[in-house]
T-cell receptor
Framework: AQSVTQLGSHVSVSEGALVLLRCNYSSSVPPYLFWYVQYPNQGLQLLLKYTSAATLVKGINGFEAEFKKSETSFHLTKPSAHMSDAAEYFCAVSGTDSWGKLQFGAGTQVVVTP | EAGVVQSPRYKIIEKKQPVAFWCNPISGHNTLYWYLQNLGQGPELLIR????????DSQLPKDRFSAERLKGVDSTLKIQPAELGDSAVYLCASSRGEASGGLNNEQFFGPGTRLTVL
């Protein structure tokens, strides 16, 4: 079984500042890890994914995430926040033994201030 | 390519009434998912289809919820009768399917249907 914990339900960052969203996972098998973004009244859009290749994963819109097995973490970062980054972000995990079963975290709402 | 299409986008009904949601997945995607998203939470899987077969419906409340995907393309999710606690966003997603090389399970989501039960 897999599970995800996202630390912080709300994060406020200044425009131009670093964005850091934390995600820790629990999995008894090698995991696949995902970050999705959800803008108001829209569906989820995939930002990036880890599928056991490179541990540093680059995604869209300048986001990247690093898989750290020793820390069971997959934190999402962006060096410089833009106003358009205001949205809700979800970390999700599935396992090599549970294809098709994504377990989502509770989400982190990002607010970007001028 | 066109994305996942869902309708209606919004639905307001009174409790005890029936309601249905429709989803058209991305062309060529064999796997279709229905998720429930409560306010302030992440999506939770209700049911997963591989073509027309429901391969995982363990989280679907079968006393009031039903789903179908008769021809392995479009799908309908129904609630009858609706309860106040069913107010949420219902998301549909699709992916290529494990047999099609979709091992990393990238799912594409529709915009959702926001249900309000009064």
């Amino acid at each position: 079984a897999q599970s995800v914990t996202q630390l912080g339900s709300h994060v406020s960052v200044s425009e131009g500042a670093l964005v850091l969203l934390r995600c820790n996972y629990s999995s008894s098998v090698p995991p696949y890890l995902f970050w999705y973004v959800q803008y108001p009244n829209q569906g989820l859009q995939l930002l990036l994914k880890y599928t056991s290749a490179a541990t540093l994963v680059k995604g869209i819109n300048g986001f990247e995430a690093e898989f750290k097995k020793s820390e069971t973490s997959f934190h999402l970062t962006k060096p410089s926040a833009h106003m358009s980054d205001a949205a809700e972000y979800f970390c999700a995990v599935s396992g090599t033994d549970s294809w098709g079963k994504l377990q989502f975290g509770a989400g982190t709402q990002v607010v970007v201030t001028p | 390519e066109a994305g996942v299409v869902q309708s209606p986008r919004y639905k307001i009904i009174e409790k005890k009434q029936p309601v249905a949601f429709w989803c058209n997945p991305i062309s060529g995607h064999n796997t279709l998912y229905w998720y429930l998203q409560n306010l302030g939470q992440g999506p939770e899987l209700l049911i997963r289809y591989e073509n027309e077969e429901a391969v995982d419906d363990s989280q679907l409340p079968k006393d009031r919820f039903s789903a179908e995907r008769l021809k392995g393309v479009d799908s309908t999710l129904k609630i009858q009768p609706a309860e106040l606690g069913d107010s949420a966003v219902y998301l549909c997603a699709s992916s290529r399917g494990e047999a099609s090389g979709g091992l990393n399970n990238e799912q594409f989501f529709g915009p959702g249907t926001r249900l309000t039960v009064l």
